[in-house]
C-alpha cells in the first residue's frame, strides 16, 4: 500500500515527518491519465450532476499554480523535466519570478481567480501553462509540483473523511512550502530575505525588479539552484524546527484527520442525509452525492428506495434486516461505512 509521501516531490520524503511514511489507501478514483471528470463519459463522471465536468483539454488543469524557490531550482538542476524547464526560464525571463518563487502570469492568474470556479473547470483558455497537451495530457513539471498540485483529489475513497484528510495535508505542505522558501532565501542573502519580506507585508512598497533582486539580477536561476541545494540537504529534525509551533499544531491536526480514516464505530440507528442529491443515470442506477457533488456514489434503484425508507424510530439491525427483506438489498457493514463517510447515511 501506498503511503502519504508517495503522493510528493521526492525531495519531500526525507524530511516529512513519520505520519507522511504511513500506508493510505491511493486516491483510484482522481486518474489524471483517466479523468473521471471529462464531460462526455457521462456514465463515469458528473456530467448530469450539478457540478458538470471538465474540458477534456484542460481537465482540472485551469488551476495556475505558483512555483516555490527551491523547487524551481530542483526543476532547473536535476534536468528530470526538459521541457518544463524550459518554460520556467522562460517565465524567469519574463521577469516573474521573485526570492520566494515564480508566479503564474498576472493574466491568467487575475481570471482564474475572478471566476467562479464552475465556470473556470471548463474554461480550456485557462489551461496551465505547464499542462502537456498529448495523449491524456501531463503535467510538465510533475516531479516538481506545488502542494495544490499535489495533494487535489476530486474524488475520495474514504468521501469526506479523505477529503478532509487531503485538504489538511495541502495546508501543511502549503505552510512548509512557505516556511522553506523563506529559509532557503535567508540562508542565502539574509539582505534579499528582508527585502522579500518587506515586500510580501506591504503590496504598496515601491520596489523594482533589480532592487528586488539586489546582487542576483542576471542570476535568479543560479539562486533557485541554491534554494534547491539548501533544502535538499535538510534532515527531519531541522525541518520540524523550521516549521516551529504552528507546524507542529498543523501536524496534530493533520493527525486527527488521518485517525478518522481508520474503522468506524457503529451507530445505534442510521438516517438518510438531508445533504443528498441525486440524478438517475438510467433505469435502473442512480449517481447520489452528500459532502459534494464532485463526490458521489452509484447506488442501484432498490438501494436508494432502501435508503430512503430509514427512520431513527428503528435501530440499524432492525432496519437493515427489514430492508433485506422488504428491498431484497442486504447492505454489507463496509457498504454502510462507505455510505456514512460519503455523508449519504448519518449515523444517530
Known sequence: ?????????ALYRSLLPELFARPIHQETKSDCDNCPMISQDCSRS?????????HANTKCCSYQ?????????????????PEG???????????????????SPPDLRAKYESMESGNI????????????????????????RD????????KHEHGADGKDFWAKAKEYLEFAEDQLSRYAAYRIDPDLYYRAEARLQDEELEQTYEEMWGDFVGDEENFYRKCFEIVSALNVNEFQRIMGLEGMILLDELEQCFRKLGPMQKSHALILSKQTH???????????????????????????????SLSLKESRKAALAR????????????????LQRFRILIGH
Open 65 to 81: 499554480p505558483g512555483h516555490v524557490n527551491y523547487l524551481v531550482g530542483g526543476l532547473l538542476a536535476e534536468g528530470k523535466m
Open 1 to 9: 500500500m501506498p503511503n502519504i509521501a508517495d503522493s510528493l516531490p
Open 278 to 308: 441525486t440524478m438517475e443515470l438510467d433505469a435502473s442506477t442512480v449517481a447520489v452525492s452528500g459532502h459534494s457533488n464532485a463526490d458521489y456514489l452509484t447506488l442501484s434503484r432498490r438501494e436508494w428506495d432502501a435508503l430512503k
Open 46 to 54: 458528473l456530467a448530469k450532476l450539478p457540478l458538470g465536468g471538465y
Open 121 to 144: 473547470k471548463v474554461n480550456e483558455h485557462l489551461r496551465c501553462e505547464f499542462y502537456n497537451n498529448s495523449g491524456a495530457g501531463s503535467c510538465g513539471i510533475w516531479f516538481y
Open 85 to 103: 524547464a524550459a518554460r520556467m526560464r522562460e517565465r524567469i525571463k519574463r521577469k516573474l519570478g521573485e526570492p520566494y518563487g515564480v508566479s
Open 147 to 154: 502542494a495544490v498540485c499535489s495533494m487535489f483529489f476530486c
Open 323 to 338: 430492508i433485506k427483506s422488504q428491498f431484497s438489498v442486504d447492505f454489507s457493514a463496509e457498504r454502510i461505512e462507505q
